[in-house]
């Protein structure tokens, strides 16, 4: 089955703890991204990656950090994580191209206290 | 930059009433456009999708055109179902590697 994986689902955390928020995909797709989305502010693309070892700012970089090593998995990394990075994540892959379907993981919902 | 505005929700109907969300877009060029669906508790899906001007797309009942003189994609379902309860997202693409650009979404809630 097609998908895009993300892990975990829920996680609360400490202000300052690192931490990784995984997302793999399962359909060979180039283009992978990360969004945030928040009340009232619908989704806004953190980061994005146009195959591997390409990586670029989205949105609302701050504060986050991603790599493609591989073309399957594109985590999403919170070296320091603060109160305001308290949000409901989304990985999403799609084909290169115009009009391509993007996929969704099922998200990550983060709590910073 | 590109962008898209939906109108603001929450929108509540009864069973079997008549859908629209509003739509419209700004961007260069000629963007694909794009209405996405996100169930409670899941990520977003792809609900139907238009790629040039005056084409519709259709899907489960919904349906949407293309409106490059109105710059416009308005949702419509002519009878909506406890089970359309959702937010639905508005997006727009333009050409290459351009990021999917969402509207703020709104969210439907359908009573029996």
């Known amino acids: 089955e097609a998908q895009v994986t993300q892990n975990p689902r829920y996680l609360i955390t400490v202000t300052g703890k690192k931490l990784t928020v995984t997302c793999s995909q399962n359909m060979n797709h180039e283009y992978m991204s990360w969004y945030r989305q928040d009340p009232g502010l619908g989704l806004r693309q953190i980061y994005y990656?146009?195959?591997?070892?390409?990586?670029d700012k989205g949105d609302v970089p701050e504060g986050y950090k991603v790599s493609r090593k591989e073309k399957r998995n594109f985590p999403l990394i919170l070296e320091s994580p603060s109160p305001n990075q308290t949000s409901l994540y989304f990985c999403?892959?799609?084909?290169?191209?115009?009009?391509?379907?993007?996929?969704f993981g099922q998200g990550t919902r983060l709590t910073v206290v | 930059g590109d962008s898209v505005t939906q109108m603001e929700g929450p929108v509540t109907l009864s069973e079997e009433a008549f859908l629209t969300i509003n739509c419209t877009y700004t961007?260069?060029?000629?963007?694909?456009l794009f209405w996405y669906v996100q169930y409670p508790g899941e990520g977003l899906q792809l609900l139907l999708k238009?790629?040039?001007?005056?084409d519709k797309g259709s899907n489960k009942g919904f349906e949407a055109t293309y409106r490059k003189e109105t710059t416009s994609f308005h949702l419509e379902k002519g009878s909506v179902q406890v089970s359309d309860s959702a937010v639905y997202f508005c997006?727009?693409?333009?050409?290459?590697?351009?990021?999917?650009?969402f509207g703020k979404g709104t969210r439907l809630s359908v009573i029996a």
């Open positions: 997006a727009l693409k333009g050409g290459g590697n351009t990021p999917l650009v």
């Open positions: 999403a892959s799609r084909l290169s191209g115009g009009n391509t379907e993007a996929f």
């Open positions: 238009a790629t040039k001007a005056d």
């Open positions: 990656s146009m195959n591997v070892e390409v990586t």
């Open positions: 961007a260069t060029g000629y963007p694909s």
